[in-house]
């Protein structure tokens, strides 16, 4: 018998809405006061202002989005920088095993290692061949298509590699600490399974 996964994940339902969703305000951007940083467990510290991060090079990926208040939709072309790309302009430590996203306003979000260097984990700066809009997290956000919306951080400023994993804003108010949407990983009470 095959097992494959379904396009939609249990418990998900389809919308070809984009809603909005986060918690607190939509920050301002300037570019004057923006920067990138990549720290942590690397060989190379490393911090880029906008127009270095811009001139990275770009990669598109499609994706289907999945929100763990249970809306999903299909197919969103993304555009921007591979998380592979950052990883190796700082080059992790043996003993980085985890990462956590560092966004406006104190907002974050962990990932294992192995999570983030995925081929389709990116930094986008363009949706639907467009900048991002303010409310959908420009000028950066994550993607992360395989693993619920939350993780898919918007206003992003910038990774820390870490040797443990350090949980991140929603995943230290009751969500689950990986977020796999097949598996149905939505609450940080079903981690001891
Ligand atoms: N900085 C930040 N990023 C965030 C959030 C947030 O509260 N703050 N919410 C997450 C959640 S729960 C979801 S479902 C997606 C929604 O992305 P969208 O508003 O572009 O649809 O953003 C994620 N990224
Ligand atoms: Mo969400």
Same mark, same amino acid.
């Given at each position: 018998?095959?097992?494959?996964?379904?396009?939609?994940?249990?418990?998900?339902?389809?919308?070809?809405?984009?809603?909005?969703?986060?918690?607190?305000?939509?920050?301002?951007?300037?570019?004057?006061?923006?920067?990138?940083?990549?720290?942590?467990?690397?060989?190379?510290?490393?911090?880029?202002?906008?127009?270095?991060?811009?001139?990275?090079?770009?990669?598109?990926?499609?994706?289907?989005?999945?929100?763990?208040?249970?809306?999903?939709?299909?197919?969103? &072309?993304?555009?921007?920088?591979? @998380?592979?790309?950052? @990883?190796?302009?700082?080059?992790?430590?043996?003993?980085?095993?985890?990462? &956590?996203?560092?966004?406006?306003?104190?907002?974050?979000?962990?990932?294992?290692?192995?999570?983030? &260097?995925?081929?389709?984990?990116?930094?986008?700066?363009?949706? +639907? +061949?467009?900048?991002?809009?303010?409310?959908? +997290?420009?000028?950066?956000? &994550?993607?992360?298509?395989?693993?619920? @919306?939350?993780?898919?951080?918007?206003?992003?400023?910038?990774?820390?590699?870490?040797?443990?994993?350090?949980? +991140?804003?929603? %995943?230290?108010?009751?969500?689950?600490?990986?977020?796999?949407?097949?598996?149905?990983?939505?609450?940080?009470?079903? %981690?001891?399974?």
């Amino acid at each position: 018998m095959k097992d494959e996964k379904p396009r939609l994940p249990p418990g998900q339902i389809l919308t070809e809405k984009f809603p909005v969703l986060h918690y607190g305000e939509v920050p301002e951007f300037d570019s004057t006061n923006w920067d990138f940083r990549i720290f942590g467990l690397v060989e190379q510290e490393v911090a880029l202002d906008f127009d270095e991060f811009s001139q990275l090079p770009s990669q598109r990926i499609e994706a289907d989005f999945h929100c763990v208040t249970t809306w999903s939709r299909y197919d969103n &072309l993304w555009e921007g920088v591979l @998380a592979r790309t950052l @990883a190796a302009l700082a080059r992790p430590l043996p003993g980085a095993r985890h990462v &956590l996203i560092h966004c406006e306003q104190g907002y974050t979000t962990n990932l294992s290692l192995e999570d983030f &260097l995925r081929d389709n984990v990116l930094f986008a700066l363009k949706w +639907g +061949g467009k900048k991002l809009t303010p409310e959908h +997290g420009y000028p950066l956000r &994550l993607v992360v298509p395989h693993l619920y @919306a939350w993780k898919s951080a918007k206003w992003a400023r910038g990774v820390e590699f870490m040797e443990d994993n350090r949980r +991140g804003f929603w %995943e230290s108010r009751g969500y689950h600490n990986n977020g796999d949407p097949w598996r149905e990983e939505r609450f940080s009470s079903q %981690e001891q399974d």
